[in-house]
């Protein structure tokens, strides 16, 4: 299966099983240039960086105001998602997961143990690691406002196939990793 994203950034997905299907479309090497911020041709309409750090805009907005009757943050629910898929997390890596800065995340953990929607604990091998583990107020806390993330889920994502969300998965994971194997964040 192949990707390709057309001039009206529409995502197309190919099978690899024909010739015409491994040909790449009319101007895609331009696209990828007129995406660089070095190049002349630069527009940021033009660059998809530009268009995930709006998308992740917009998404942030819909969610904070969306949260906000529940009494959630945003980073209180990134928090709450992670440790639903875990039984014990050290705080630290709640930030990893999250993409959050460390000191950010650990007062976000302090706010949701004051609400009692997690528990803390000192590590077992480690007295310096903060083990975070949610409570079972915190479980109904977020079962309470997933269906405020389910709608939002789902206006972003209407009209997309699951091949195209597979897709869109995929490609933002190599983005992802491309970035963060050349992070210089300290």
């Known amino acids: 299966m192949q990707l390709f994203l057309n001039e009206g950034l529409a995502l197309t997905v190919r099978s690899t099983k024909s010739a015409a299907a491994t040909r790449k479309p009319a ?14 041709n630069f527009a940021l309409a033009n660059s998809p ?10 998404y942030t907005i819909d969610m904070e105001n969306a949260l906000k009757s529940s009494g959630m943050d945003l980073m209180s629910w990134r928090a709450l998602m992670i ?8 705080v630290s890596a709640i930030a990893e997961r999250s993409v959050t800065r460390l000191s950010t995340m650990t007062r976000v953990v302090q706010r949701l143990e004051k609400k009692r ?15 975070v583990q949610m409570t079972a107020l915190g479980k109904q806390v977020l079962e309470g406002v997933r269906n405020v993330a389910s709608r939002i889920y789902n206006v972003a994502l209407d009209g997309f196939s699951a091949a195209e969300i597979v897709a869109l998965k995929s490609m933002m994971q190599r983005i992802f990793s491309n970035l963060s194997a050349c992070s210089t964040e300290g």
């Open 83 to 90: 440790l639903d898929e875990a039984s014990s997390c050290s």
């Open 117 to 131: 929607y997690v528990r803390l604990s000192r590590g077992t091998s480690d007295a310096r690691v903060t083990e």
């Open 49 to 58: 960086l530009y268009r995930i750090v709006r998308t992740a805009g917009r």
């Open 27 to 40: 101007g895609a090497s331009d696209a990828k240039r007129r995406g660089d911020p070095a190049s002349t």
